[in-house]
C-alpha cells in the first residue's frame, strides 16, 4: 500500500508536471498556445499555399499598397483588394459598411465556408487590416500568409499577371463584432486610469516618444507628438523574425509578456491610422488568443482631440524648430 493518500499523490504529480513544463517553456520546447482562443491555423506557410492554391475552399486576396505590384504579377487566383477604396469608407472615416464589404466579399468568390488567405506588402500591414474586417465582418476562417508577398517573392515563388474571374460567392456579412473595435471613449477610460484595459502602441520608438509626429514619408498627422497615458510600447516589428515571418508563440508571447501584456486582461492596439495596430491585433488576437480590439482612430484621431490627456516625453510641441 502506498504511504501516499491519494490526495497527496495528485498534488505531488500536479507539482512535477507543473515544474516540467516551466523548465520546457523557458528554453522554448512543449510550450502551449498562449490562450485556448489562439487559432493553430491562422498563419498559412508558402508551401501550405502552393499545395491548396486549386483547393476550391481557398479564396485568395492580395491587399497591396504599392501601385501596379499585383498588375505586374501576383499569386496565381489571388483577387485584388484595395485598402484606401474597397476596406475603408472612402468619404467617412469609418470601416467599410457592412452592405458594401458583402458585396466586395461575393465579388471576390468568398463562400460561408471559404478559407480566406490574404498577403500583401510592407509585411502584410494592410493584409491585416483585412483580416481584422473579415473577422469584424463574422468570417468563420481568415488566415494570414507566413512572410506576406516579399517572402513569397524572396523565395522565387511563380507569379502570374492572369487576372482570376471568380464565381460569385455567398458570404453575406454580419454586423460587425463590438469586441474587435475600440473607438475614443473607450480608449480615454484607460487613459484616464479607469479601466483595467491595457493599450498596446506598436509605433516605433520616436513615434511613441514624442520625438517625431510621424514615419518620413507619411502625411497622416496629428496636432501633437506622443502617446495615449498608460500604453506600453511593443513596436509591431518585433513580432517578425528578419526574413518577415513570425515569430513563434512561445516567442511572441515572450515578446509582450516583457512589455506586462499577458492576456490576462483586454487590450486595445492602436498605431496612427490603424493599418499596423491590426498586424498586432492579428499577433496578440489570433496567434496568441488574447482578447484584443483595435482602435482604428489611433493617434492622428487621439492626437487631434481636443481635451484629451497625452504623454509627451519628448516635448515636442507642433511648429518649434
Not at 49 to 74: F, I, M, Q, S, W
Not at 128 to 136: E, M, N, T, V, Y
Not at 180 to 201: G, I, N, Y
Request: net charge positive; with cysteine; aromatic share 8%.
Amino acid at each position: 500500500m502506498s504511504i501516499l493518500t491519494t490526495g497527496v499523490r495528485r498534488r505531488v504529480i500536479s507539482t512535477i508536471a507543473s515544474v516540467a513544463i516551466a523548465a520546457l517553456a523557458s528554453i522554448g520546447l512543449g510550450a502551449a498556445p498562449a490562450s485556448a482562443d489562439a487559432n493553430p491555423n491562422a498563419v498559412v506557410s508558402a508551401d501550405w499555399l502552393e499545395a491548396n492554391l486549386n483547393n476550391p475552399r481557398v479564396k485568395l486576396l492580395e491587399v497591396t499598397v504599392e501601385d501596379g505590384a499585383y498588375a505586374r504579377g501576383h499569386i496565381r487566383n489571388a483577387v485584388e483588394i484595395r485598402w484606401h477604396t474597397d476596406l475603408v469608407d472612402t468619404v467617412n472615416r469609418d470601416i467599410v459598411s457592412r452592405a458594401d464589404f458583402t458585396k466586395l466579399a461575393q465579388a471576390a468568390g468568398i463562400n460561408r465556408d471559404s478559407i480566406v488567405v490574404l498577403y500583401g506588402d510592407n509585411s502584410n500591414w494592410f493584409a491585416a487590416w483585412g483580416a481584422w474586417i473579415f473577422k469584424l465582418y463574422c468570417a468563420k476562417d481568415v488566415r494570414l500568409l507566413d512572410g506576406g508577398r516579399a517572402k513569397w517573392e524572396a523565395d522565387g515563388r511563380a507569379l502570374t499577371p492572369i487576372v482570376p474571374n471568380p464565381a460569385k460567392g455567398n458570404f453575406t456579412a454580419a454586423r460587425a463584432d463590438s469586441k474587435l473595435r475600440a473607438f475614443l471613449p473607450e480608449v480615454l477610460k484607460v487613459a484616464k486610469k479607469q479601466s483595467k484595459t491595457k493599450l498596446v502602441d506598436i509605433r516605433s520608438a520616436d513615434e511613441f516618444s514624442g520625438k517625431i509626429f510621424a514615419a518620413p514619408g507619411f502625411d497622416e498627422l496629428a496636432i501633437r507628438a506622443g502617446h495615449i497615458p498608460t500604453a506600453v510600447n511593443v513596436g509591431w516589428r518585433q513580432t517578425l523574425k528578419a526574413d518577415g515571418t513570425f515569430k513563434s508563440r512561445a516567442e511572441l508571447a515572450a515578446v509582450y509578456r516583457a512589455a506586462g501584456i499577458d492576456g490576462r486582461t483586454p487590450i486595445i492596439t492602436y498605431c496612427r491610422i490603424g493599418e499596423r495596430a491590426s498586424h498586432s491585433w492579428f499577433v496578440l488576437s489570433e496567434i496568441l488568443g488574447y482578447n484584443v480590439k483595435v482602435y482604428d482612430g489611433s493617434w492622428t484621431e487621439y492626437g487631434n482631440s481636443v481635451g484629451v490627456p497625452i504623454a509627451n516625453p519628448a516635448g515636442t510641441v507642433w511648429g518649434r524648430k
